[in-house]
């Protein structure tokens, strides 16, 4: 859903280990979901992205899960860096919307070493 | 192979002023849409253009905000008689035409500060 002003909620994990990141999109009809990480003062940077019709895909040290059912999706990121700290990003392209994204409410990863 | 290109970086003007923003796609792309985040947000679509064309302009206030693609030249974003509501960062993103035109490539972005 879209987040309404408040804090971003954050997951806090130890540099190495696996993190995921959640994400609840809200049109049944959307058919193609995007995973972006936004640093500090950046653009968001496409992750890895997932068409409707499956329901993962794996990338370099990253998977993005998609359950249709309960129109969920999630990202995996394996042996966590402190790189990795970030806003990720959840959007979604809805079928009948033409190009337009539509953003998650965000989440914040912090790293620690 | 430049990226989306975006400047100013960061833009500050005093109410009723106006602002520009510019965007210039990355090589090969020939779709563009803007988009507006407030501090710990998600992104806000707001309009959608191709080459001397606006295709959704849905989320773009309807009232002095306006946008453009021309056919030589970056994407303008023009916002007049600022206000400080208006202070937030926009980005530009691009895509390809054709099958891969969901996946939105974005630029830096411009902070605009409206004293």
């Known amino acids: 859903g879209e987040s309404v002003g408040l804090h971003l909620p954050t997951l806090s994990v130890q540099e190495g280990d696996n993190s995921i990141i959640n994400c609840a999109y809200s049109n049944s009809a959307s058919d193609y979901f995007i995973w972006y990480k936004q640093e500090s003062g950046k653009g968001p940077q496409f992750i890895i992205d997932?068409?409707?019709?499956?329901d993962k895909r794996q990338g370099q040290r990253v998977t993005v899960l998609l359950n249709k059912t309960v129109k969920h999706l999630s990202l995996q990121i394996a042996a966590t860096q402190p790189g990795d700290s970030a806003v990720y990003f959840c959007?979604?392209?809805?079928?009948?919307?033409?190009?337009?994204?539509?953003f998650g409410g965000g989440t914040r990863l912090m790293v620690k070493p | 192979n430049a990226g989306v290109m975006q400047n100013p970086r960061h833009l500050v003007r005093r109410r009723g002023q106006e602002a520009r923003l510019r965007c210039s796609p990355m090589k090969g792309h020939s779709h563009v849409y803007w988009y507006r985040q407030l501090p710990e947000e998600g992104l806000k679509f707001m309009v959608y253009?191709?080459?001397?064309?606006?295709?959704?302009e849905s989320g773009m206030p309807k009232e002095r905000f306006s946008a453009e693609f021309p056919k030589e030249g970056p994407s303008i974003l023009r916002i007049q008689q600022v206000v400080r509501g208006d202070s937030a960062a926009y980005f530009c993103?691009?895509?390809?035409?054709?099958?891969?035109?969901?996946?939105?490539?974005f630029g830096a972005g411009t902070r605009l500060s409206v004293l």
């Open positions: 993103a691009s895509s390809p035409a054709g099958r891969s035109k969901g996946l939105q490539y």
């Open positions: 997932i068409r409707s019709n499956m």
């Open positions: 959007a979604e392209i809805f079928n009948n919307a033409g190009n337009m994204l539509t």
């Open positions: 253009l191709q080459k001397e064309n606006i295709i959704d």
